[in-house]
T-cell receptor, first 111, second 116 residues
Framework: DQQVKQNSPSLSVQEGRISILNCDYT??????FLWYKKYPAEGPTFLIS???IKDKNEDGRFTVFLNKSAKHLSLHIVPSQPGDSAVYFC??????????WGAGTKLIIKP | NAGVMQNPRHLVRRRGQEARLRCSPM?????VYWYRQLPEEGLKFMVY????????ESGMPKERFSAEFPKEGPSILRIQQVVRGDSAAYFC??????????????FGPGTRLTVL
């Protein structure tokens, strides 16, 4: 029972272009969504989050969009940089401590 | 400003042995969470602890697994009689005192357990 799904295991993007990572969820009780970035042999690092009362949150090069009716969120990175190459996890919460994670998308930024 | 620390980073055990994983939360954080990540999967919640209390262990297998967060010292995740299926990366996270809603969790580098 996967409540949070990231259907693309990997994504390759040219440096300087936009990277779009997608995430779908099934639980309508989720009210907080987060994106984490993970480098090999390191723990996940918080990137950006969005509450269900919003449909967009922006922080520098990173923007997260939430479409509640479609139960879909996406992370946009623009412009993409080589240091953005990592695994990106989408996670969701019902407003408490439990995070439900997607399987991750490996982003590769090509020079 | 040390982050969340976990040790050991790598642990190799033979089937039937015990594994002890340690986690020191960030300074000032009193909430600790343990997650497990199997290959090609996302992290799965195991247990949530505060000092001397297990708050939620709903994600932890009922047998062979236990966790503690004593008044002094690190949080310990203990796996008894390990089996090959226990091979995974185990991540610890900590957060400050909950003040309603979601509090950001800060993750350690993980312990990679390999069971031979």
């Amino acid at each position: 029972d996967q409540q949070v799904k990231q259907n693309s295991p990997s994504l390759s993007v040219q440096e300087g272009r936009i990277s779009i990572l997608n995430c779908d969820y099934t639980n309508s009780m989720f009210d907080y969504f987060l994106w984490y970035k993970k480098y090999p042999a390191e723990g996940p690092t918080f990137l950006i989050s969005i509450s269900s009362i919003k449909d967009k949150n922006e922080d520098g090069r990173f923007t997260v969009f939430l479409n509640k009716s479609a139960k879909h969120l996406s992370l946009h990175i623009v412009p993409s940089q080589p240091g953005d190459s990592a695994v990106y996890f989408c996670a969701a919460s019902e407003g408490n401590y439990q995070l439900i994670w997607g399987a991750g998308t490996k982003l590769i930024i090509k020079p | 400003n040390a982050g969340v620390m976990q040790n050991p980073r790598h642990l190799v055990r033979r089937r039937g042995q015990e594994a002890r994983l340690r986690c020191s939360p960030m300074k000032g954080h009193s909430h600790v969470y343990w997650y497990r990540q199997l290959p090609e999967e996302g992290l799965k919640f195991m247990v949530y602890l505060q000092k001397e209390n297990i708050i939620d262990e709903s994600g932890m297998p009922k047998e062979r697994f236990s966790a503690e967060f004593p008044k002094e010292g690190p949080s310990i995740l203990r796996i008894q009689q390990v089996v090959r299926g226990d091979s995974a990366a185990y991540f610890c996270a900590s957060s400050p005192t909950l003040a309603g809603g979601f509090n950001e969790q800060f993750f350690g580098p993980g312990t990679r357990l390999t069971v031979l």
